[in-house]
């Protein structure tokens, strides 16, 4: 996994960026680039052509910044508007190089965080000499590069996660955090990671050290952001597994904040629906779930079919089969929600019904 840099520059310049390649060779000997400019265009190729396509795929895009990138039509129409859609849109970033000085007040780029420190240029008598300011841009450079690896580690992550491979997904968040130790995403990512690891662990003293681990990666990232309402709900959910039924109403309030920094968030209001069944309080239970599949995005079938296992305790037995039906009708092979529907018929003694259900589960 490397980052795409792309150099964007005029070739009155051309000295420059072979100075500042020179100085990114570390980045490129440990891997953790790629780099490319029209010097790679091979004989033959459509220029304007093979220049697009690399700006399009492109992770950085540095505009190295002169009165002749300015003034060239081609540099400044057509490479870097296309660069600052690109980083407007989040699919790459954008860094301003400035190499001579230049008015540029006003320009599109002036709004971006430039380099070297200060947005002095790199031929500004200010620098002691120009490895020193080619050092400085480096190490810009190298903190945005660290960024945007560990982004993509946790996107990996999320990923692995999803198809339920934790090791893989163990490994990414581990990857996310050595490049960026404060990516809350990346912690938030472990402690669900470690959740997951512990629930399916068979040794009771590494589900405890999992479930602590977890706590303890959701704790650093509230630390870190504390705007993030998966890192509480990630939170609650660790003391649920960990501290067990005493830490029920520290869960509720913490799913609550959740829901304050996001009253979308499906995993809040099922864990508070999974509290209060603990607790017994299935009315507030329903309540809970209804909110979850209300919210929810994608059909969630844990939320169905526990909000039909706290109607069943409701004694609300035709309502819990509705729920029970939905789930079949989604996903006709879920035992779980034929024994429920079962049980309901059952209750309601409709015996021949409940038996064939039963066989179906």
């Not at 491979?165 to 050595?178: I, P, V």
């Not at 990346?186 to 050290?209: K, R, S, W, Y």
């Not at 607790?279 to 059909?299: R, S």
């Not at 929600?337 to 589960?361: M, P, T």
Request: charge should be negative; proline fraction near 3%.
């Amino acid at each position: 996994m490397a980052i795409k840099v792309f150099y964007c520059y005029a070739h009155e310049d051309k000295s420059l960026r072979v100075t500042l390649e020179k100085h990114l060779g570390t980045l490129k000997r440990q891997e953790l680039i790629t780099d490319w400019s029209d010097r790679n265009i091979d004989a033959g190729k459509e220029w304007a052509k093979d220049i697009n396509s690399n700006l399009k795929i492109a992770n950085i895009i540095l505009l190295l910044i002169s009165p002749d990138f300015v003034h060239s039509e081609y540099c400044y129409s057509i490479e870097m508007m296309h660069a600052l859609e690109r980083h407007k849109q989040g699919t790459a970033r954008v860094i301003p190089i400035m190499l001579r000085p230049v008015d540029y007040e006003g320009e599109p780029f002036s709004e971006l965080q430039a380099l070297p420190t200060g947005a002095i240029p790199i031929t500004d008598r200010k620098w002691h000499n120009r490895d020193e300011a080619f050092y400085d841009v480096a190490q810009g450079i190298r903190k945005v590069v660290k960024e945007l690896l560990s982004k993509q580690w946790v996107d990996d992550g999320n990923i692995d996660l999803y198809r339920e491979q934790y090791n893989e997904a163990l490994l990414a968040f581990k990857h996310a955090l050595f490049f960026d130790p404060a990516n809350a995403l990346a912690h938030v990512g472990l402690g669900q990671t470690l959740l997951h690891l512990a629930n399916i662990a068979d040794a009771p003293l590494e589900m405890v050290e999992d479930y602590q681990k977890a706590l303890d990666a959701f704790e650093q990232a509230i630390r870190l952001d504390e705007t993030n309402a998966d890192a509480y709900v990630g939170k609650a959910q660790a003391l649920r597994w960990n501290k067990g039924e005493e830490e029920g109403p520290n869960i509720v309030n913490i799913c609550e904040h959740a829901l304050r920094l996001d009253p979308k968030n499906v995993d809040a209001y099922i864990l508070q629906g999974d509290i209060y069944t603990i607790a017994g309080l299935n009315e507030e239970a329903v309540i809970a779930y209804e909110k979850a599949i209300d919210v929810g995005t994608f059909f969630d079938t844990y939320a169905w079919n526990s909000k039909g296992d706290a109607l069943y305790k409701l004694e609300r037995y035709k309502e819990a089969i509705i729920a029970y039906d939905t789930v079949i009708q989604a996903f006709p092979k879920r035992s779980y929600a034929y024994k429920g529907k079962a049980d309901a018929l059952y209750k309601l003694e409709q015996y021949q019904e409940a038996l064939l259900v039963y066989e179906q589960a």
